[in-house]
């Protein structure tokens, strides 16, 4: 079964919670809004969906009991673990509703095209290692009859050149390395700051919904698909559980920045969790976009240094130019 994308997903939890708000039943709302959708496989799973309420199947078996359902697994552990009658439904669809929101605008950010850190830096070596490899040794072929000598940086490029095609095995392996490193986080980056704004608006959403710390936890943990950051919130969770405040949680889970286990920590003091997270999650909204900037780092410095290689190759062309002239 094909899955539905994060806005056809926006989409159609906004017009379920506009429905029950309006007073239409659960199998009727599902029942109007296939008439308005124009995917016909969508359409054909919610009328069957809309059957099985009819014969008495609850929603989360309706929605979620097959198989092949076209719902991300961590919208059916949000269904299965919230309560599903009433109004409390419609706090469910609402939180689920703005969790998707978040997720629609991050994907439609520029930021969002850019491949993450790792991914750009293993691009970045790799394209260093290529022009060393294949570009630079046509350059020192063709100046090997020159008959007078290279400018200093030329002939250290060429030196370079050569140690890279003598050792490539080595240079290979400490490439790899170094992703290996930044990709298993063995070097602790943390969450980037996207990470950070999707993470608090989801808890932030929680709060004003009236859900208590855990339930806040718990929610925005299973509404996660990124394996890693479920596993840091749930370690969170873990740790409230265990009796620790939940700075101190936030703290030992690792990869949160300072900035967030002290606001929480001020936050416990007066008593008061949701400014906190509105202090954060404004922070994380406007510090997300320097993360652009960060992730094509590599990519820029690797453009700058080939620049400056190509500058230098041509030094002995100008030179001759100037000593012929």
């Known amino acids: 079964m094909y899955k539905l994308n994060d806005f056809d997903l926006l989409i159609f939890l906004r017009q379920f919670r506009v429905l029950l708000s309006s007073g239409y039943s659960i199998a009727d709302s599902l029942d109007l809004i296939s008439k308005h959708i124009s995917g016909s496989r969508f359409k054909t799973y919610l009328l069957s969906a809309h059957q099985d309420l009819k014969s008495g199947e609850s929603l989360y078996d309706a929605l979620f009991g097959r198989d092949h359902h076209p719902f991300p697994e961590s919208m059916a552990r949000c269904f299965q673990s919230m309560p599903q009658r009433d109004h409390q439904l419609e706090l469910t669809i609402r939180s689920l509703e703005e969790n998707y929101r978040i997720r629609t605008e991050l994907v439609q950010s520029p930021f969002s095209l850019v491949p993450r850190i790792g991914v750009t830096l293993l691009c ?30 030329t002939q250290f490029f060429f030196d370079v050149s050569l140690f890279v095609r003598r050792y490539w095995f080595l240079v290979l392996l400490i490439i790899a390395a170094v992703y290996y490193l930044i990709l298993s986080k063995k070097v602790k980056l943390g969450f980037n700051d996207a990470d950070l704004y999707y993470i608090f608006s989801l808890m932030l959403g929680q709060l004003k919904s009236s859900a208590n710390i855990k339930q806040m936890l718990s929610w925005a943990g299973d509404s996660l698909d990124n394996r890693r950051l479920e596993k840091r919130l749930h370690s969170v969770l873990r740790g409230v559980e265990n009796g620790k405040t939940l700075s101190e949680s936030f703290r030992h889970a690792t990869y949160f920045p300072l900035f967030v286990t002290d606001v929480i920590a001020l936050a416990e003091k007066k008593g008061d969790l949701k400014p906190a997270m509105e202090e ?6 406007i510090k997300k976009e320097w993360d652009l900037r960060v992730r094509i780092g590599p990519i820029i410095a690797v453009i700058f240094l080939i620049a400056i290689i190509i500058v230098t190759l041509y030094l002995p062309i100008f030179q001759m130019a100037a000593v012929i002239g």
Request: net charge negative; aromatic share 22%.
């Open 124 to 153: 970045a070596l790799l394209l260093i290692f290529i022009f060393f490899v294949g570009v630079i040794p046509m350059f020192e072929g063709i100046f090997s009859g020159f008959g007078q000598g290279l400018p200093a940086l």
């Open 280 to 285: 954060i999650v404004s922070y994380y909204s």
